[in-house]
């Protein structure tokens, strides 16, 4: 069954495993898919991103992380839409939580977290936002 929209699936599947805790979780490989997980990574939000070649595809194998009882996810939000795309210039792009957050903004220059965009000066459309 094909994926409709990739990125509200990926943030799906992975808050359903925060809620009952699993350690890692398998969704389909693309390569927007890989980059939003790595500044996840980047920020420390998971511990780890594989490439499994399954099939001709591949799957993305992510690892989750907890701080003792809690996740180091607390909220998943998906921002842009297939049926309203949400864009921002360079100095509207959003702070998530006063700072705290984390917004994953596709530019010009790839797909890019809310302090390297502004540190770039450039906007693009905002895809998510992680806290």
Request: glycine share 8%; charged share 30%; with cysteine.
């Amino acid at each position: 069954m094909a994926v409709l929209n990739p990125i509200a699936n990926m943030l799906t599947v992975m808050r359903n495993a925060l809620k009952v805790r699993k350690e890692s979780i398998e969704i389909p490989a693309s390569k927007l898919l890989e980059k939003i997980l790595d500044i996840f990574k980047k920020d420390g939000y998971i511990n780890d991103v594989r490439l499994l070649k399954d099939n001709k595809q591949g799957v993305l194998k992510v690892f989750l992380k907890y701080d003792g009882k809690a996740s180091a996810i607390a909220g998943l939000k998906m921002i842009s839409k297939p049926g309203l795309r949400v864009y921002v210039e360079n100095d509207r792009i959003p702070r998530v939580l006063s700072g705290l957050g984390t917004a994953v903004i596709s530019t010009s220059k790839g797909v890019l977290d809310d302090k390297e965009a502004r540190k770039l000066k450039i906007g693009g459309e905002v895809l998510c936002y992680v806290w």
